[in-house]
């Protein structure tokens, strides 16, 4: 994790250290000619937790699925970013192009990666991953390394 202190203005004495999103976090989109843009969700040295919301819509009548190639990295094209894992999603039956749907994607204090897919059909539809993923640190790890408590922040 990308941890970074601060002197409390008020209390200079009292250190205070904010968790950052070490990489940029996004997802790969397949441009129309065919080529491959990295497109960053949640930027470099955001403070953790993070969430971003993302409203989308069906590209085809009874699409079956929704395919996520989640990224890591700075870089714009395939190839300059590391793809962490390719989520496969799969999608209930009868939606049609132009159905909205929202993506939340929420990077943890942990720096874990959650998705939460949700459709306004009739009854609701909803999917959620979580990463099987190592964190770098955790909370306790930082207090054990540094005896300064994670300041609560939300992005």
């Not at 968790?19 to 790969?28: E, K, L, R, T, V």
């Not at 993302?54 to 996520?68: F, G, K, S």
């Not at 039956?93 to 959650?114: A, F, M, S, V, W």
């Amino acid at each position: 994790a990308a941890i970074y202190g601060y002197m409390n203005m008020k209390n200079p004495e009292k250190a205070v250290v904010m968790d950052a999103c070490s990489h940029s976090i996004g997802f790969m989109y397949t441009k129309p000619d065919g080529t491959r843009e990295n497109i960053k969700l949640i930027k470099k040295n955001t403070n953790l937790p993070a969430t971003y919301v993302q409203d989308v819509m069906i590209v085809e009548d009874n699409q079956a699925r929704i395919d996520l190639m989640i990224t890591e990295g700075e870089g714009v094209l395939e190839g300059q970013v590391d793809v962490v894992e390719t989520v496969k999603i799969k999608l209930p039956e009868g939606l049609r192009r132009n159905d909205p749907y929202t993506i939340t994607y929420t990077l943890d204090k942990y720096q874990l990666l959650h998705i939460d897919v949700k459709i306004p059909t009739t009854p609701p539809w909803n999917y959620k991953h979580k990463f099987d993923r190592k964190s770098n640190l955790s909370e306790g790890e930082v207090i054990k390394l540094t005896g300064i408590a994670l300041a609560n922040t939300v992005s």
